[in-house]
């Protein structure tokens, strides 16, 4: 009798985890490593077609191409005035910048998530040894001009 109870208490163990996993989806938020870059909205942060415009934030004014090439330029008579390119991996962006004033060498690539909607751009740091570009970016809201 004891094995028939242990039986039916994994039996019922492994129906409840079944309409768990039914009722969430069953998504465990992993990555197949089939990330987009295309514009197709990634969980909650956008797309890469979003980027594009012209945003302000306190500290920069970037401009995103639809080739997802950037200027930035700091509004506060920095000197920062720099170009560079963003390439998009899932809801992670990664940032070279590639000449200008104050720039950062190109091997320096920022590392951030980001969550872009019609109006705001945030950038949220993953990785990134330039300083100068965390400290502009980083946790800073751009709204759209």
Known sequence: MRVINKFNSVLLFAVIMLFAL???GGEDGSSDGDENTDGDEQEGCGTADMLEGSWT????????????????VGVNDTGYDVNGSIFVDGCSVELTETEGTLACPEEQVGRYSFVVTDSTLVFTLEADDCQGRAMGIDGKTFTRN
Do not use: V
């Open 22 to 24: 039914a009722a969430c």
């Open 57 to 72: 934030s306190t500290a920069i004014t970037l401009d995103i191409d639809s080739d997802l090439n950037y200027h930035a």
